[in-house]
């Protein structure tokens, strides 16, 4: 009799460290895959953090010639002409200004890449003999002092668009008023907006 009671004590005692064992195991199992999925994460945040960071830098880094800069290039490439349009958009992802002008007999066009300021020129015409003499001048001239920037332009053209990202800018003038043409996307969804360069008044919207 005394050795079965002996027996089963020795039994329960062994399961009861069994048991204990296990649930060691399972304990530090579920610590250990604890961990790991702490440290995925860890790492997925660093690296959204790095992609986050990289697509910033790229934006920063998309514009750094200010038009001021780019009309300069402009003024030294061509003196005593008109500035007639410019233009600010991009060519296989680089941002181009593109300005044309005139004098009482000829066209011109100027590119300058907008991070280097690498200048080109594009083009060299004779005007149509009724565009001649400063009416080409007269009609098309557009002000480039005293307008708001192409940033300004473009936070404006957004909260008129109410979503979406200014990507493509366009000066111009017509009826004697300079102003910024500004494309905003979003999506598939595209909205040009009219912006006084001079007083900053919206004064078109058009959704494509």
Same mark, same amino acid.
């Given at each position: 009799?005394?050795?079965?009671?002996? $027996?089963?004590?020795?039994?329960?005692?062994?399961?009861?460290?069994?048991?204990? #064992?296990?649930?060691?195991?399972?304990?530090?199992?579920?610590?250990?895959?604890?961990? $790991?999925?702490?440290?995925?994460?860890?790492?997925?945040?660093?690296?959204?953090? #790095?992609?986050?960071?990289?697509?910033?830098?790229?934006?920063?880094?998309?514009?750094?010639?200010?038009?001021?800069?780019?009309?300069?290039?402009?003024?030294?490439? %061509?003196?005593?002409?008109? +500035?007639?349009?410019?233009?600010? !958009?991009? $060519?296989?992802?680089? %941002?181009? %200004?593109?300005?044309?002008? =005139?004098? !009482?007999?000829?066209?011109?066009?100027? #590119?300058?890449?907008? =991070?280097?300021?690498?200048?080109?020129?594009?083009?060299?015409?004779?005007?149509?003999?009724?565009?001649?003499?400063?009416?080409?001048?007269?009609?098309? *001239?557009?002000?480039?002092?005293?307008?708001? $920037? +192409?940033?300004?332009?473009?936070?404006?053209?957004?909260?008129?668009?109410?979503?979406?990202?200014?990507?493509?800018?366009?000066?111009?003038?017509?009826?004697?008023?300079? %102003?910024?043409?500004?494309?905003?996307?979003?999506?598939?969804?595209? +909205?040009? +907006?009219?912006?006084? *360069?001079?007083?900053?008044?919206?004064?078109?919207? #058009?959704?494509?």
């Amino acid at each position: 009799m005394k050795k079965i009671i002996l $027996s089963t004590a020795i039994l329960s005692l062994s399961l009861l460290f069994m048991g204990c #064992s296990t649930n060691e195991k399972n304990t530090a199992a579920t610590n250990a895959s604890s961990a $790991s999925s702490n440290a995925n994460s860890s790492t997925n945040t660093a690296t959204n953090t #790095s992609l986050v960071e990289s697509s910033s830098s790229a934006q920063n880094q998309a514009i750094k010639i200010t038009l001021d800069q780019a009309l300069e290039k402009y003024e030294e490439a %061509y003196p005593d002409t008109t +500035v007639t349009s410019v233009e600010l !958009d991009t $060519s296989f992802g680089t %941002y181009y %200004y593109k300005i044309d002008g =005139v004098d !009482d007999t000829k066209e011109y066009e100027l #590119s300058v890449q907008a =991070v280097t300021g690498e200048v080109k020129k594009e083009r060299e015409e004779t005007l149509d003999r009724d565009e001649q003499n400063g009416v080409k001048k007269q009609e098309d *001239a557009v002000e480039t002092k005293g307008i708001i $920037s +192409v940033e300004e332009a473009g936070r404006l053209a957004e909260k008129e668009a109410g979503k979406g990202t200014a990507e493509e800018w366009k000066l111009e003038q017509d009826m004697g008023i300079t %102003y910024w043409e500004v494309k905003v996307v979003d999506g598939r969804q595209e +909205v040009e +907006v009219k912006v006084n *360069a001079k007083t900053s008044e919206i004064l078109e919207r #058009s959704e494509d």
